[in-house]
């Protein structure tokens, strides 16, 4: 659920998200993946983290600059290792 209005502006910060959910820095469970998406009301891009039942866990709001050049980022994970 999106449920704030932080938006991810960077890639740095994308990778950051993204080692917080790899290192289970929220306390998510049953983490499945993570994608880029959009919102079907207002084609809002933003990162969805998926459960194993591909449901969505937590989203989080991007721009339109990290959608477009975070893709390789999100599927080949981040290349930081905390």
Same mark, same amino acid.
């Given at each position: 659920?999106? $449920?704030?209005?932080?938006?991810?502006?960077? *890639?740095?910060?994308?990778?950051?998200? &993204? %080692?917080?959910?790899?290192?289970?820095?929220?306390?998510?469970?049953?983490?499945?993946?993570?994608?880029?998406?959009?919102?079907?009301? $207002?084609?809002?891009?933003?990162?969805?983290? *998926?459960?194993?039942?591909?449901?969505? &866990? %937590?989203?989080?709001?991007?721009?339109?600059?990290?959608?477009?050049?975070?893709?390789?980022?999100?599927?080949?994970?981040?290349?930081?290792?905390?």
């Amino acid at each position: 659920m999106i $449920n704030d209005n932080e938006v991810i502006e960077t *890639l740095e910060e994308l990778e950051a998200f &993204l %080692l917080v959910i790899e290192n289970g820095g929220l306390g998510l469970n049953n983490v499945g993946g993570i994608a880029l998406a959009t919102n079907n009301t $207002n084609g809002r891009p933003f990162v969805a983290v *998926l459960d194993d039942n591909h449901q969505l &866990l %937590l989203g989080r709001w991007v721009t339109q600059d990290v959608f477009d050049s975070g893709k390789d980022l999100v599927r080949k994970g981040p290349k930081k290792r905390h």
